[in-house]
């Protein structure tokens, strides 16, 4: 959700400068687009510390064979 929220602010700022005709405002849009790329998590818990597979993984797999 945060990801969407900062692409969307950044898309905002990249047209005002167009719009505005000042460049530093799509300056900032872009700078926005780099902290949501960089700062979208998509966090895995795994399940046993030895394991090689994480949970998501083994979901896959088991909805794969039914």
């Given at each position: 959700?945060?990801?969407?929220?900062?692409?969307?602010?950044?898309?905002?700022?990249v047209?005002?400068?167009?719009?505005?005709?000042e460049?530093?405002?799509?300056?900032?849009?872009?700078?926005?687009?780099?902290?949501?790329?960089?700062?979208?998590?998509?966090?895995?818990?795994?399940?046993?510390?030895?394991?090689?597979?994480?949970?998501?993984?083994?979901?896959?797999?088991?909805s794969?064979?039914?």
């Amino acid at each position: 959700m945060k990801l969407l929220l900062l692409m969307s602010v950044a898309v905002v700022c990249v047209a005002l400068s167009f719009v505005w005709r000042e460049p530093w405002i799509g300056g900032v849009g872009l700078l926005v687009a780099f902290a949501a790329m960089f700062t979208d998590r998509d966090d895995v818990r795994v399940h046993e510390k030895s394991s090689y597979e994480t949970e998501k993984s083994v979901r896959n797999m088991r909805s794969k064979h039914r």
